[in-house]
């Protein structure tokens, strides 16, 4: 009590007098300067007395020091000190020994200006860093090295991105029998003997080339030789007696019965080079063909037609005599060099002929894995994609073209038609592209389906455009509305990655998915929103008007499309699609430079297309829509086939497929 009596004390003495008023002003002050204010001037002049400074003299030796510091200061370079505080991360990037010129790879799609983008610029921008290009490396320049490292991914993404949409597209064929059968082969039919002809349909550009269809060939049970295709037309009598008459197969050619099921089990130890067995003659005028001494240069009409008056009396037959035969000495054999290239494949006949495993479960497997390497491959390189991808499937039928007349005359196994047939021999699988032209048929399909829940229509415009009169034209592909005359969708390029075209034998009906992707432009730009405004429709008969852009866009044909969607078992939604080509003709021209086009809806080529779409894809892909510059997107490849040791989702769109097509088969039966 006494400290705090003392203490107090001590405190208030120490109380200015002026603290009871606080910071403001008191009255006497604001009186004061008013009276100041308010007195005249003359009242107020200055004094000539000069008033004392109190204080401390100037130090003129630190003033010198001050002036010595200041002189040495450079003023241009200001922020030198705070370079030397931070601290640069430097890191490159070099292109692959395959990319001949960087300068592409660093050059993207067109933005909004239409001017094409600059991965550089975009990459410093979005990473915070300084990108510049000196020869075949990228220089990245940063202060955080998180920034840095991911710019250098973005730039390994660009250029993977780049490799892959320069790739042809990868075609995967797949051949499946539905149902558990025996030890079949396959048989390259002409279409024209092809039992189901009328449920195969082509486009004008396909119609012109000759076609095949893979048919299943089974074994006697009796004899074990191959008997002809159910599927497979006899020649007409008035075409067989046209052709030359040709003399009878020599009987060594023909198999004996009783050896045909001991030489089978030989032939598949064999490799695939030398097992694949000739065809019978199925009512075809064929020749024989030795596989063990085949030449390259065809022997000539002469000598072709005294091999077939005469049959040959040894086991080989000789060379033709357009040929000089110069002995050689054969150079001495290498036991270990071949033993090593046909152990692969006695190894994988080995592994697939084990009696536990039948054909049916051997092909699933081997179909498989295929599919998924494939499309594994496809998605992982456009994760870095901006724009649309799609991962679709189509009804139609699977052809093949350019095949050799020895492709044709022989039996071949399904693990053969990928590896031998497509990749060595030059034969392309070729999908019509079209699952019927028939109304009745596609109207027969649709009765097994559930009730639609959506009805769409719209016009497929394919052009040739470009923005500068000094650029050449590219194609471009433009989507309008059918119910009101505006652009939906401009497309600048459009790409098919991976193709996988699936035999279904002794059925009607195959089916293609793709994995595709494209590219999309601005449609409120030249010189597609110039193009719009002269397009006019006809709401009742949807035929339309239009003008080519003189110099920048010109119209080559018009797709008319209407889709009706049916939800069958979740996810999976079946799209019917009428597709109509529709005829342009040009109108009387008015004298004023303008020249209208006709397009006549309703006169056109019509076909249809059945294709199934697994929704669950749709949220993913979306976002590649907005993806950035050298940036993946969010979701992975199991994301869309399914786990990598059992892709069970890519396995569900399989058997939706297979059991669309099995429903479809007793409908036409």
């Known amino acids: 009590m006494q400290i705090g009596t003392g203490l107090l004390g001590r405190l208030t003495s120490e ?20 009276a100041y204010q308010d007195a005249p001037t003359n009242s107020r002049a200055p004094s000539t007395v000069a008033s004392k400074v109190v204080g401390r003299p100037l130090d003129l030796d ?53 001017q094409a983008s600059d991965y550089l610029v975009l990459v410093g921008k979005d990473t915070d860093t300084e990108c510049t290009l000196e020869g075949r490396e990228v220089r990245i320049v940063g202060t955080d090295a998180d920034q840095v490292k991911e710019a250098v991914q973005r730039f390994q993404n660009i250029q993977t991105l780049y490799k892959r949409r320069r790739r042809p597209t990868n075609v995967v064929p797949c051949v499946h029998y539905p149902t558990q059968s025996a030890e079949y082969g396959l048989y390259f039919c002409n279409l024209n003997r092809y039992k189901h002809k009328a449920f195969v349909d082509l486009l004008y550009h396909d119609s012109l080339r000759p076609m095949h269809v893979l048919l299943p060939v089974f074994r006697h049970p009796k004899t074990g030789a191959y008997q002809k295709p159910k599927d497979l037309l006899n020649v007409p009598e008035q075409s067989v007696e046209q052709e030359r008459p040709i003399p009878p197969r020599p009987t060594w050619v023909q198999q004996s019965s009783s050896s045909s099921s001991t030489n089978a089990q030989h032939r598949r130890s064999l490799p695939n080079t030398h097992s694949n067995m000739e065809a019978p003659l199925w009512g075809e005028n064929r020749a024989f063909i030795n596989n063990y001494a085949s030449l390259p240069s065809t022997p000539s009409p002469t000598s072709r037609a005294q091999q077939q008056q005469s049959p040959p009396r040894e086991d080989f037959p000789a060379l033709p005599n357009n040929r000089r035969y110069v002995p050689v000495k054969e150079p001495t054999p290498q036991p270990h060099s071949r033993r090593v290239l046909r152990l692969t494949s006695q190894q994988a006949d080995a592994a697939v002929h084990q009696p536990h495993q039948n054909l049916l479960e051997m092909a699933k497997v081997y179909n498989l894995n295929n599919m998924q390497t494939a499309l594994t491959e496809g998605l992982e390189g456009l994760r870095g994609f901006k724009g649309e991808i799609q991962l679709e499937a189509k009804l139609g039928k699977v052809l093949w073209t350019n095949l050799a007349s020895d492709i044709q005359k022989k039996i071949w196994e399904f693990r053969d038609i990928k590896d031998l047939v497509v990749k060595e021999h030059g034969v392309k699988p070729v999908f019509n592209d079209l699952t019927t032209a028939s109304e009745d048929i596609i109207q027969t399909i649709s009765e097994i389906l559930p009730k639609p829940f959506n009805h769409t229509g719209c016009f497929e415009i394919h052009a040739q455009a470009r923005n500068q009169p000094t650029l050449e034209y590219k194609p471009v592909i433009m989507i309008m509305n059918q119910g009101i005359v505006e652009l939906r969708k401009v497309i600048t390029r459009k790409t098919k990655v991976t193709e996988i075209d699936w035999v279904s034998l002794d059925r009607k009906f195959d089916f293609q998915m793709s994995l595709s992707c494209q590219e999309l432009g601005r449609v409120d730009v030249r010189p597609y929103s110039t193009f719009i405004k002269k397009v006019s429709v006809c709401p009742i008969t949807n035929q339309m008007t239009f003008e080519n852009v003189r110099d920048f866009l010109k119209v080559d044909h018009i797709l008319h499309k209407q889709k009706t969607r049916y939800r069958i078992h979740f996810p999976f939604i079946v799209e019917i699609t009428r597709v109509e080509r529709i005829p342009l003709k040009p109108q009387p021209t008015t004298g004023y430079g303008v020249e209208k086009i006709l397009g006549m809806t309703g006169k056109g080529q019509v076909w249809y297309d059945l294709q199934v779409y697994y929704t669950n894809h749709d949220e993913p892909f979306r976002s590649n829509l907005g993806v950035s510059a050298g940036k993946l997107a969010s979701w992975t490849v199991d994301d869309i086939l399914g786990p990598k040791d059992q892709p069970q989702t890519l396995v569900e769109y399989v058997k939706c497929l297979l059991l669309l097509i099995e429903k479809c088969e007793p409908l036409f039966s």
Do not use: C, Q, R, W
């Open 62 to 114: 630190d003033l010198d020091e001050v002036k010595e510091k200041i002189a040495h200061v450079d003023i241009y370079d200001l922020d030198s000190s705070d370079d030397e505080a931070t601290n640069e991360i430097t890191a490159s990037f070099t292109f692959s020994k395959n990319i001949t010129n960087p300068k592409d790879v660093l050059t993207g799609p067109p933005l909004s200006n239409l």
């Open 15 to 34: 109380i200015d007098e002026d603290m009871l008023y606080g910071t403001f002003p008191t009255l006497d002050m604001v009186k004061a300067a008013e």
